[in-house]
């Protein structure tokens, strides 16, 4: 049985984007290796108006960091953000 893993990302630019394409276009391989499913579920930027290259459902994006870190759905946090 797979367990599910809540994924909330500080950053959405090269890093982030490619890590959130990963994480959607390989989650069979994934789960198949690991036993466990990944789940983007919020993704803290700074600019909400930029485009994505990844499919972006309400309430994914935020510009507020403290609302990825606090979601009580979000059992990982990865920061990938430049420019610190």
Do not use: H, N, Q, Y
């Amino acid at each position: 049985m797979e367990r599910t893993i809540g994924i909330g990302l500080l950053g959405a630019g090269t890093v982030g984007g490619t890590l959130v394409r990963r994480l959607i276009g390989e989650s069979d391989a994934i789960a198949a290796k690991t036993g466990l499913s990944f789940d983007v579920r919020r993704i803290g930027v700074r600019d909400l108006d930029r485009t994505r290259d990844f499919a972006v459902t309400d309430g994914l994006l935020t510009d507020d960091p403290f609302a990825v870190v606090s979601d009580p759905t979000v059992d990982i946090v990865v920061e990938v953000m430049g420019g610190l």
